[in-house]
């Protein structure tokens, strides 16, 4: 499976930001902008109580509703978490899991990343996994190695069908919120050392071909188009750039092989 035969997908990750009553207005004005390909899929990842109020003015166009992280727990006893169940329950299709924020500020470890992800995939919910290197580590050289163990934990107990699922957004820490985005070249080197990884060290070159791998990091309109015609740039996750509506739509259309 090359590159036209996977998913692009174009994932915005609003973060902390906006309100459930701003939604409808958002959609008034992104879906009619909106330029979308074939294969291609527009994800926006909003807060849990943004969801109800998403799913509603998205239903009947092409955005797809995302959530920002997942309880790694069932049910029970854990105040203030949000289950895989409960994202179900809610139309919830995708959901970030192990973004640099929450590996920072939460102190998320990538055994409980991997929990995650195993809790996502039994409620049938598309996660996007993030992994990245800190500034500091890819000015060690340590960039390959960081990506790899995150992605080797993050995968752990993953049978190859399941991870065809799986969505990787590569987002180098030090690209994220910056205005400081990777170059292409940087950009493409670790997606395809990631896709290289999954085939030659976890699975096959038949799963990893059909795992679709984003890009994040101060994604823009300006810098969409080069970074997501890279061959193994599937897509992208966007923070800022996805909280403006015409911003957003260039980059869905700067995915769109059919425009
Ligand atoms: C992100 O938070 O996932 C992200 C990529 O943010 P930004 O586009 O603002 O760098």
Same mark, same amino acid.
């Given at each position: 499976?090359?590159?036209?035969? &996977? ?27 909106? &330029? ?66 929450? &590996? ?75 205005? &400081? ?79």
């Amino acid at each position: 499976m090359d590159k036209k035969h &996977r998913k692009t997908i174009i994932a915005g990750n609003w973060k902390m930001n906006q309100l459930a009553s701003g939604v409808p207005a958002f959609l008034d004005e992104l879906v009619p902008a909106l &330029r979308c390909g074939a294969g291609e899929e527009v994800v926006l990842c909003v807060p849990f109580p943004l969801i109800p109020a998403m799913k509603a003015a998205a239903g009947g166009t092409v955005v797809r509703v995302g959530a920002q992280d997942v309880s790694a727990h069932d049910k029970g006893a854990y105040t203030g978490e949000v289950s895989a169940a409960m994202l179900q329950d809610l139309g919830t299709e995708y959901c970030i899991i192990g973004h640099s924020e929450r &590996r920072a500020y939460h102190a998320e470890s990538d055994e409980l990343v991997n929990a995650k992800l195993k809790a996502l995939l039994g409620a049938g919910i598309t996660p996007i996994l993030c992994v990245g290197e800190s500034l500091e580590q890819r000015d060690a050289g340590e960039t390959l190695h960081v990506v790899s163990s995150q992605v080797k934990a993050a995968f752990e107990g993953i049978r190859p069908e399941q991870a065809k699922a799986v969505v990787i957004a590569y987002e180098p820490i030090w690209a994220i919120g910056t205005g &400081r985005t990777a170059t292409a070249e940087q950009a493409q080197e670790v997606c395809g050392f990631i896709r290289e990884y999954l085939a030659e060290k976890i699975y096959d070159w038949e799963t990893s071909k059909a795992v679709s791998i984003l890009y994040g990091g101060s994604m823009n309109a300006k810098n969409a188009a080069e970074l997501l015609g890279q061959l193994d740039i599937d897509g992208g996750l966007i923070g800022g750039a996805s909280l403006k509506p015409a911003d957003f739509a260039v980059i869905v259309k700067a995915g769109n092989e059919d425009a």
